[in-house]
């Protein structure tokens, strides 16, 4: 079992970065895929970006791609996001997310843990 810590959301203008962290529990961290989805309002939780256990293998969302940046530290416990060149369009709440699945999915419910999220605002 992990336990997931989000932080580092926060309100950017449109063109500015902003630095999520994960942070988990437990010995067994570098066992998990580990993906950030994030969910705007009255919309459904949608993938962003995902990694694989030893942090080699990176997936991302097509509208993300190439301006978010998915990273760990398994010696931390810990995950990233980097967003740079933000748009409103990416305002939402930011949630980290771990699997045991062998491969990273997009699909929220082979997400076995989640973190209570994180809200990233972006204004225009």
């Known amino acids: 079992q992990v336990q997931l810590v989000e932080s580092g959301g926060g309100l950017v203008q449109a063109g500015g970065s902003l630095r999520l962290s994960c942070a988990a529990s437990?010995?067994?961290?570098?066992?998990?895929?580990m993906g950030w989805f994030r969910q705007a309002p009255g919309k459904e939780r949608e993938f962003a970006a995902g990694i694989s256990g030893r942090g080699d293998s990176t997936y991302y969302a097509d509208s993300v791609k190439g301006r978010f940046t998915i990273s760990r530290d398994n010696a931390k416990n810990a995950v990233y996001l980097q967003m740079n060149s933000l748009k409103p369009e990416d305002t939402g709440v930011y949630y980290c997310?771990?699997?045991?699945?062998?491969?990273?999915?997009?699909?929220?419910?082979?997400?076995?843990?989640w973190g209570q999220g994180t809200q990233v605002t972006v204004s225009s």
């Open positions: 437990g010995r067994t961290f570098s066992t998990y895929r």
């Open positions: 997310a771990a699997t045991l699945d062998i491969i990273v999915t997009v699909a929220p419910a082979r997400y076995a843990y």
